[in-house]
């Protein structure tokens, strides 16, 4: 649940990075409280609940997308590209800073997490 908030937090930020898990989480979340607001308001009489939901939510999932594109150092508006933004979104992000931010994980340099040099090798000989 806290990454559900801390999108909402930023709620219009479109600048900087978001980790996979800040993205799938607010998705997951939301899609779960907007499927109990179908339910509960169509059984309260008021089917249209869950749209204003979707509503006040639509610009801070806008923006969860275009910072995660960020994250895998892609411009915001490849999050039109149908089949292409699902990839990159379930795709992880660049090590290290990019031109859109730092890492959120933290990492420095390219691969710096996922590849490390053997120290026995002298690259000299």
């Given at each position: 649940m806290k990454y559900f908030f801390l999108v909402l937090q930023k709620?219009?930020?479109f600048s900087?990075?978001?980790r996979?898990?800040?993205y799938w989480y607010f998705a997951l979340f939301s899609t779960i409280i907007s499927l109990i607001l179908k339910y509960a308001g169509t059984a309260?009489?008021?089917p249209y609940i869950d749209t204003i939901y979707s509503l006040a939510v639509l610009i801070p999932?806008?923006?969860v997308g275009v910072r995660?594109?960020?994250d895998v150092g892609k411009s915001g508006w490849f999050i039109l590209i149908p089949i292409y933004n699902l990839i990159l979104a379930c795709t992880d992000g660049q090590p290290g800073d990019n031109e859109y931010g730092p890492?959120?994980?933290g990492r420095e340099g390219f691969g710096a997490m996922d590849y490390q040099k053997p120290f026995d090798i002298d690259?000299?000989?």
């Open positions: 709620y219009a930020q900087g990075r978001s996979r898990s800040e309260a009489g008021s999932s806008i923006a995660r594109m960020h890492d959120p994980k690259p000299t000989t």
